[in-house]
């Protein structure tokens, strides 16, 4: 009932692990598998290690979600034993997460994790927690997108789904320039910025001092930005940014997404946060006579 | 799980290198569990629970770096952020015979289990470096059915030795159906008492640390190979049967990137 095909390629389900969450290694990954996601995104990866930002990273209340972990990841050459771990204990689709500084730097690390086994390329153009380190996210710029797209799509074997962000005044003008660059999907959003004071010792809870928004509170904001993208472009969505429930779920696919991305939610549900979800989402087609998702994908529009 | 803030109502120094912070807060914690610590602008980091009798809490803090360097020149009044209490925690089983296994500051989750045991018989074996820096002598002292075994490497207290050589000669000369073993501290000394738990067929619970960065189970820095659990959430407190299948246990942990760090 929930089997959905994206590029050409079958989940099980349609709830992919947002990158950022869980996805330091290929056995964590491999759980999210096991416990009921369709499939898996990795954390970003770059060319270098990096530490990330000091504690606290992340914090969380009923309404959202705040995090500011500043990319912290093995680098690519210590990454891709842990994809060929990841695929070695599931045949689950694979998205591989990138990022980098520069447009070049981007094509150099699409180029390397391409050696390794995995299905999809998501290009991380849209981090609002490292801005003091690399200036304004790329997601930000029509410009910036097209030159990123184009080298990823010229280095990459995969199809590459670029990540953008809702920060973003025109995101679905983003999107357009995006997939006239030559991008096969859009994962939209990245988390909205934000912060969180902790009023006893009168200061920011991150030590990023600034994070990023997710969780219930982003849902609404992603929603809209799935309708104004899939309005926009004809390439498929990645609908992500706040699902929690199996209703906030076919609210995106009616928005337009064909995938759903799910990240905080594991804050909120912890192990069940996946299956309540597809659980949640079958429960409703059944009582709604609806047969599979494509009937009901962007019937809001 | 936002911090609340809270003042510290007691310090006691335990040695050179370790004090125990007291908060009156009723923590509501079992104990195994750790809280994150938060001092603004400088870093948060778990520590175990030491203390909790439902009024107040203590953490057992060893000097080690820019945040607990921080925290040794707080005072009393002063105040610190907390999360928690996050983890599993150790059985609590009157009626069974425990062998406790603590290494350095692994007595800190271990007396506060053994101090809130009642009724069982407590076999208590702590090791450290040298006399100065063990920990707890005076308090494990004082609960009732607790037999005090000290070890020290370099003899200064107790046998000069292992703490594991104590504990197989336990085993091994003492008879009691109900038998759990339960260790804190370094990791090659944990997988030693668990290689005895095995040879022994012997209930066993030890406590695996990873680097972690938020403590609830969405950061996955503290994943463990290859069953893929969070040390946080499903841990850090595990049984016998699941930490007989981390392969990585005694073998390698990960640091802040997530690479791997052979022990």
Redesign the interface.
Known sequence: MLNTTFLNKQFKNPIVLASG?????G??????I?IGAGGVTT?SISLE????H????????DHF?LNA?GL????IE??LP?IA?LRS?TDAPIIGSIFAGTAEEFGVVAEKICTGPIDFLEVDISCPNVGAEFGRPFAYSTEAVETITKIVKTKSTVPVIMKLSPNAWNIAEIAKAAESAGADAITAINTAAGM?I?I??R?P?L?NKVGGVSGPALFPIALKCVYDIYKAVKIPIIGTGGITTGRDGIAMIMAGATLLGVG?A??YN?GTCFSKITAEMEEFMKAENITSLEEIRGTAH | MQPFTIKISKIIDENTSIKTFYFDYNLKSQPGQFVMLWIPDVDQKPFSISFDDGKTFGLTVFKRGPLTEKLFELNLGDRVGITGPFGTSYSIKPDYHYYMVAGGYGAAPLGNLAERINGAKIDFIVGARSHDLLLFEDRLKKIPNLNLHITTDDGSAGTKGRVTDVLEKLLENQNDDKRILVTCGPELMQTAVLALANKYDTKCEVSVERHMKCGFGVCGQCVVDDLGICTCMDGPVMSRTIANQIFELGKYHRDKTGNIIKF
């Open positions: 969450i869980l996805g330091v290694t056995a964590g990954l491999a759980n999210i096991k954390k290690p990096r530490e990330g000091k504690n606290p990273v992340m914090m969380g209340n979600f972990v912290s990841n093995p680098g210590n990454a842990e771990k204990l969180m902790d006893e010792s200061q809870v030590s905080s594991m804050y912890k």
